[in-house]
């Protein structure tokens, strides 16, 4: 019984992590400049994080939701001291995917599931020097298509298109 509420918390955890990264991702939308090499890698970490065969403890998790946290409050400070928050930059609540079309559904967790296996690739090649900047650009694109609410199948088959090409330059840095 504790291995299920264990496991139940770990889900938990994970759907918060990829909801703060979809913010991390909101928070940069227009405003790629402020993309740094230590936010690649938290989004990249964080992805990778959220597989299911990632095996990462309760704690883990916990301690890279605050780092992906900080993350965002260093990209967004002035953020965090509106007045008049716009809501631009909240985490995505995952639940609300659940209740999403059965089409946009299966786009969207067809999208996120494709980033986080490639974030895998992407984690291991970075300590090799070999990064790709339009990966890492990418990521944040399906993040951010996969919290917005607005999107249909039209906004969302070209990304997961664009997934495809992207998987495959993406196992290429691995290769070289």
């Not at 659940?98 to 296996?117: F, H, N, P, V, Y």
Request: charged residues 25%; contains cysteine; proline residues 3%.
């Amino acid at each position: 019984m504790e291995d299920i509420k264990t496991n139940t918390v770990g889900l938990q955890l994970q759907a918060q992590l990829i909801g703060t990264l979809i913010g991390i991702a909101r928070a940069v939308d227009g405003n790629e400049h402020l993309i740094s090499d230590s936010t690649d890698k938290i989004v990249r970490e964080g992805l990778a994080a959220a597989l299911p065969d990632a095996n990462l403890g309760n704690d883990s998790l916990s301690a890279l939701i605050q780092r992906a946290e900080d993350e965002k409050r260093k990209l967004i400070p002035h953020c965090y001291e509106c007045a008049a928050p716009c809501g631009k930059n909240n985490n995505y609540d995952m639940r609300r995917l659940c209740t999403a079309d059965e089409d946009i559904r299966s786009l969207k967790l067809l999208i996120l599931c494709g980033i986080c296996s490639m974030a895998a690739y992407a984690r291991r090649a970075a300590p090799l020097g070999r990064t790709d900047h339009d990966v890492n650009r990418f990521f944040y694109q399906a993040l951010f298509c996969i919290g917005e609410e607005s999107f249909g199948v039209q906004e969302l088959l070209p990304v997961a298109v664009q997934f495809g090409k992207m998987n495959l330059r993406c196992m290429a840095l691995l290769g070289k």
